[in-house]
Every structure is written in C-alpha cells, then in structure tokens.
C-alpha cells in the first residue's frame, strides 16, 4: 500500500525544503519507495480530523494501511527499518545509526529551535538583544562538539545513514544565521548530504508544492533576512 504523507498546503518557509515533512520525502527517496502527500492549510491541521492523527495538530503524518505516525523521527525509522539504504546491516552499527538520529532531534536540534523561535517570536522584545548572544553560545556549542566528532569523515558513522539524513535536516535550519558557517567541516557535510540525488528529487518535490501554491496568490508566508516569519491566526505561533 502506498504510505500517505502530509505537509504544508503552503510552507512558511517557502519551499527552501525546512519543513519536516522535507526528511520524510527524503528518506522515502532514498529507499526508492514511492508515496502520495496530501497537504494541509493551517486550519486544517487544528482540526479534529488532523488531531486524530497529530495530538499536536503539526506536520508530518503517515498514513500506510491501519498505521497511522507522527513525528518525523519516528517515521524516518519506520522506513529505515522497513526499507534497506539508510540504516547498516550491522546491528551495532545500526544502533549507532539509531543513536545519531535522536542525538540531532533531541541534542542538536532542540538549541536550533529555540533560537530561530526566539528570533521569530521574540524579537520586539526590549531583552531580545541580551538574549540572542546565550541563544547562539547554546548552538555554538553543539557545532563545535558536533564539528570534532565528525572530523574529516564524510558522514557520522560510516556509510551514510537515517543518522545524517536527520542530523542533516536539523543542522539546515541554521541557514542565514552565519552560524554553520563557523565548522567548515559540518557545512562541507550539509553540502554532501544536499548534492544526494534522492536529496534533491525530494527538495524538488516540496519546492513544487510551495511554487504551485504561490500561483495567482498574494500576502501569505514572507521571508525576511534568512529567518522565516508567517502570516498567522492570532494567538498561534507557527512552528516551522
Ligand atoms: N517534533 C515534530 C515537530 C513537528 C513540527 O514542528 N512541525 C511543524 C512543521 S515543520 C508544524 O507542523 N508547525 C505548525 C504548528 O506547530 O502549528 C516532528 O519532528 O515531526
């Protein structure tokens, strides 16, 4: 049965392949597996419908015959473990894979998040300034251990794996903030990863969705100095 992902009916980040259903795409890309997306506007997602399925009312979901999934960690896994190409034969180094995957969600992307939230949400406040240097020091600092374990390898751990495809995704979230670029070595990585094939067919396909959703429409998403700002419903901060 063909699995059914969702996504933004249109991105706040304009189609520059941030949003998570983006790893998703991408995993499926790299099994060769093939996958229908049904989008979602943001009011849709806060619907009871979508709720049955997200309890956070977010991106993505999957939908493959009585199995429904959110999260995108856990849905990256799920096609891991189906699907030969993104986790190693080896069971200790498929743990080790495994182990990569929630270093970047849950070690890694966490400091990211907090600073591009802050610098979304945040930013008129008379604090902000004082605060954006302890933002950036936090993810600095992940850069710089990340930046050392990696070395001169061309992925993390071995071939490449579900480990790099999410530490990956996590790690392009700091485009435009100057900060990547302080680890030659981890943008050189990002840089590897992008120029994948099933990369960039599954970049590719997301850009399409946000390019057709642009036709004929004006107002909506807009980018502003690398970070990404919304139009959205009051009182609902809108989680790129
Ligand atoms: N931890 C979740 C995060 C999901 C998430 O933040 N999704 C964003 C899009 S990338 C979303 O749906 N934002 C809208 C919202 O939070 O209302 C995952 O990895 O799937």
């Known amino acids: 049965m063909t699995p059914t992902l969702t996504a933004f009916e249109r991105s706040p980040d304009r189609g520059r392949g941030l949003a998570r259903d983006m790893r998703v795409r991408w995993a499926l890309e790299e099994v060769g597996q093939p996958y229908e997306v049904r989008l979602l506007s943001f009011e849709a997602m806060k619907q009871p419908a979508h709720l049955a399925l997200h309890p956070f009312g977010q991106i993505p979901t999957w939908q493959e015959g009585d199995l429904a999934l959110f999260e995108s ?123 994948r094939p099933a990369y960039r067919r599954a970049f590719a396909d997301q850009l399409a969705v946000f390019e057709a959703s642009q036709a004929g429409e004006a107002g909506g998403p807009r980018a502003c100095q690398g970070e990404v700002y919304a139009v959205r419903p009051p009182g609902h901060a809108l989680n790129v």
């Open 73 to 195: 960690g856990a849905i990256v896994l799920h096609i891991a473990r189906r699907h030969a190409g993104l986790l190693p034969d080896d069971a200790d180094a498929r743990a080790r894979a495994v182990a990569w995957m929630f270093a970047a969600l849950g070690t890694v992307e966490p400091p990211i998040v907090e600073r591009s939230m802050a610098l979304m949400l945040e930013r008129d406040q008379p604090w902000f300034e004082a605060r954006l240097p302890g933002l950036d020091e936090r993810v600095r600092i992940r850069l710089d251990q990340l930046s050392r374990r990696l070395g001169e390898a061309d992925w993390l751990d071995g071939d490449f794996s579900a480990g790099d495809l999410m530490m990956v995704t996590v790690l392009q979230r700091l485009g435009g903030s100057g900060l990547l670029e302080t680890c030659p070595n981890l943008e050189a990585y990002v840089s590897r990863a992008e120029a």
